[in-house]
């Protein structure tokens, strides 16, 4: 019997995008429910004692947090098999899955959220991109009012967090680009877990040629600049690589 999947998520998000990456390509059929950045708590502490996205309930399990939903849906769903065969391999995933999810995605998100906040008509859509108009608008009025759980719960600062945001899509773009020289992948001659981890988080820096992760169009000021700071590095061109060719549609169910 197949089990009973529900994903609760933002809508967009690197963390998120990379627990729907996992479902659909092992073919796990799902239900997702999109929550708003600071509404969100309520709902998401009542589940988990927690705040944080993605949250996953499997058979009435509940799991809190991407890297250990990836985990447990690779435990549960062997085929593909996106971890390596031998241990040096798994040691190299794991290294380059925590590089991602402790230091350059929370520092790029930062920079994202900042330049969002200031827009929050385009915010509202793109978060509430499964919401009917009228509550995006209605989510756009009382933005401001959850700014503050916004940058408490992302550790964002000040203006410093757009530039260092900046200079983390850099290093990690850079990291991309230096590791695919051989193969294409960042681990062995074969897609795992590490290009899925490093594709999700760098989708920020492009519109991904997937429904998942684009964002409205026309972009606003802030979004359309970040996009073109990236524009023509070879990091980017590999993560539109990697959705053209390993990311399946949505496997979610309405």
Not at 35 to 44: F, R
Not at 160 to 175: H, I, P, Q, W, Y
Not at 204 to 230: K, Y
Request: glycine share 6%.
């Amino acid at each position: 019997m197949a089990a009973h999947v529900d994903l609760f998520q933002f809508r967009f998000s690197p963390f998120n995008e990379k627990a729907r990456w996992m479902l659909d390509i092992k073919r796990v059929p799902h239900k997702r429910t999109s929550v708003l950045p600071g509404p969100h708590v309520p709902k998401i502490k009542k589940l988990t004692g927690q705040t944080a996205t993605p949250v996953l309930r499997i058979d009435g399990q509940v799991i809190a947090g991407s890297a250990r939903i990836l985990d447990e849906l690779e435990r549960r769903y062997p085929d593909p098999m996106l971890m390596p065969a031998d241990e040096a391999g798994r040691r190299r995933v794991l290294e380059i899955q925590k590089r991602f999810d402790e230091d350059w995605t929370p520092r790029m998100r930062r920079a994202v959220l900042t330049t969002l906040m200031d827009e929050p008509d385009y915010w509202a859509r793109t978060f509430g991109a499964d919401h009917s108009r009228l509550k995006q608008r209605l989510y756009a009025l009382v933005l401001p009012l959850a700014r503050g759980l916004v940058r408490k719960g992302n550790g964002i600062t000040g203006p410093e967090s757009v530039a260092d945001g900046f200079t983390a899509a850099k290093e990690a773009l850079d990291f991309v680009e230096q590791e695919t020289k051989a193969t294409g992948y960042l681990v062995g001659d074969r897609f795992t877990l590490a290009d899925l981890v490093a594709a999700s988080s760098l989708a920020f820096c492009c519109d991904p040629p997937h429904p998942d992760m684009e964002r409205p169009i026309p972009h606003c000021r802030g979004v359309a600049a970040w996009i073109l700071a990236w524009h023509d590095h070879v990091g980017v061109r590999w993560v539109k690589t990697m959705y053209e060719n390993h990311r399946p549609q949505p496997m979610a169910q309405t």
